[in-house]
C-alpha cells in the first residue's frame, strides 16, 4: 500500500504551495489601525487639500479673458444662400465689428465653435481610412467611407469619409482699427496640432511633387479645392498633414464644441497680444449650419497655467472637498454621541 501511495504521489504531484513566507502570505506588512482621530484627520485634509485647490483652479480659468462671437445670426443673407446646395460655388463675405474693452495679453488663440452639430454618431465617427490617411495606397471601397468612397465614374475620393467631406471650410480674418486706419492682424495658420497628429497619424504619399501623388484622385463632394491645395501659401501646410485638417479629424465628443483655428503672432503693435480697441471679422462664409439649426461662433481667448475658460475641474475639486469635510463633520458628531452613550453605561 504504502508503494503504492508513493507511486501516485510520483505520478500526481502535490499542489500545496511552498513553505516559504512568500507563497505562505507571512512577509512583513503594514497594517493601519484606524482609529478615530486617523480616519477624521483624512477626512479633513483631503478636503482642505481639494477645496484649496478648486478655489485656485476656478480663479485661475475666471483670469482668462474671452470673447465670444455669434457670427450665423450676423451673417444671416450668406446664412440663406448656403441652403440651397446648388449657390456652393457661389462666394459670400460678411463683416462682424466688435470692441475690446481690455487689453489681451500674453498668448491669444481663436476658435472657431459649433453648436447642434453631432460628430459622435456611430456612422460619422468611424467614416474614415486611417490607412489612406497614412499615404498608403489603399482600396477605399473596404473601409467605412461609404457613400464617401469613390464617384459614380470610379474615381476614389481623397481624403475619404463623411468627417473630411464636412471640413469646417470658413475663412475667417481679424483686422485692428486704429484711428482711421485697419491693420491686418497677423494669424498663425501651422502649429496648431497635436505633435504625434502631424508627425504619426496623417502622412502625405511619397513622391517628388504632392499634386503628381494625388494624381488619380478628386476632391469630396463639398470641398472648394484639392487636398494639395488647402494652404496655397505655404506647400508644407498641404495633403493630409494640414493643420486645419488634422484639427478638423479629431472629432468632438458632444454636439457644442470649439476647435483651435488660430494663433495671434507676436510682431509689431501685436508683440504682447491684443490692444484694446475696436476690432472687424471678415469672414467668408461657407460652412452651411441652419439646415440642421446650429449656431457658428468665434472666439478669442488667452490661456493660463491651468489652461482655458473651463472651471469645471476646479468646481469637481470643490464638490470632492466638501463632501470629504462635511463626512468629516458627520463622522465626528457620530463619534461624541455614542461615545457619550457609553460613559453614560459604564456609570
Known amino acids: 500500500m504504502k508503494n503504492k501511495k508513493s507511486q501516485e ?4 504531484p502535490s499542489r500545496c504551495p511552498d513553505n516559504s513566507a ?3 502570505q507571512k ?7 484606524l482609529t478615530i482621530t486617523t480616519v477624521l484627520s483624512s477626512f479633513f485634509v483631503t478636503g482642505v487639500f481639494c477645496l484649496s485647490v478648486g478655489v485656485c483652479l476656478v480663479l485661475s480659468a475666471n483670469s482668462v479673458r474671452e470673447i465670444q462671437i455669434n457670427y ?8 440663406k444662400l448656403r441652403e440651397n446646395s446648388s449657390n456652393w460655388n457661389n462666394e459670400c463675405y460678411c463683416s462682424v465689428d466688435f470692441m475690446l474693452k481690455e487689453d489681451m ?13 453631432y460628430q459622435n454618431h456611430r456612422r460619422y465617427v468611424i467614416s474614415r481610412s486611417n490607412e489612406q490617411l497614412l499615404g498608403r ?7 467605412y467611407c461609404a457613400p464617401f468612397t469613390t464617384y459614380r465614374n470610379g474615381t476614389p475620393m481623397a481624403p475619404c469619409g463623411a468627417i473630411a467631406n464636412s471640413i469646417f471650410n470658413d475663412t475667417i480674418d481679424l483686422f485692428y482699427n486704429l484711428n482711421s486706419s485697419v491693420i491686418q492682424v497677423p494669424l498663425l495658420k501651422t502649429g496648431n496640432s497635436w505633435w504625434t497628429d502631424k ?3 496623417f502622412r502625405n504619399p511619397k513622391s517628388h511633387n504632392l499634386s503628381s501623388a494625388f494624381a488619380g484622385t478628386a476632391r469630396p463632394p463639398y470641398w472648394q479645392k484639392p487636398v494639395y491645395l488647402l494652404d496655397e501659401e505655404d506647400e508644407r501646410n498641404n495633403g493630409y498633414i494640414n493643420d486645419d485638417f488634422i484639427v478638423w479629424m479629431r472629432v468632438s465628443a458632444f454636439s457644442t464644441f470649439r476647435n483651435l483655428y488660430r494663433r495671434v503672432s507676436h510682431t509689431k503693435q501685436f508683440a504682447d497680444g491684443l490692444p484694446a480697441g475696436n476690432y472687424t471679422f471678415h469672414i467668408s462664409y461657407n460652412f452651411p449650419v441652419s439646415r440642421f439649426k446650429g449656431k457658428k461662433h468665434v472666439i478669442l481667448s488667452t490661456v493660463v497655467w491651468s489652461g482655458g475658460s473651463n472651471p469645471f475641474l476646479g468646481i469637481a475639486y470643490m464638490v470632492c472637498g466638501m463632501a470629504a469635510t462635511l463626512t468629516g463633520f458627520v463622522i465626528t458628531v457620530i463619534h461624541l454621541k455614542l461615545r457619550k452613550k457609553k460613559t453614560y453605561f459604564q456609570k
Do not use: R
Open 137 to 143: 495606397d489603399v482600396n477605399i471601397q473596404k473601409s
Open 22 to 24: 512568500f507563497k505562505q
Open 72 to 79: 450665423s445670426d450676423e451673417c444671416s443673407d450668406c446664412s
Open 9 to 12: 504521489a510520483q505520478t500526481h
Open 199 to 201: 508627425n504619426v497619424k
Open 105 to 117: 495679453l500674453g498668448d491669444v488663440f481663436m476658435y472657431y465653435g459649433l453648436q447642434n452639430f
Open 27 to 33: 512577509l512583513p506588512a503594514w497594517k493601519p489601525q
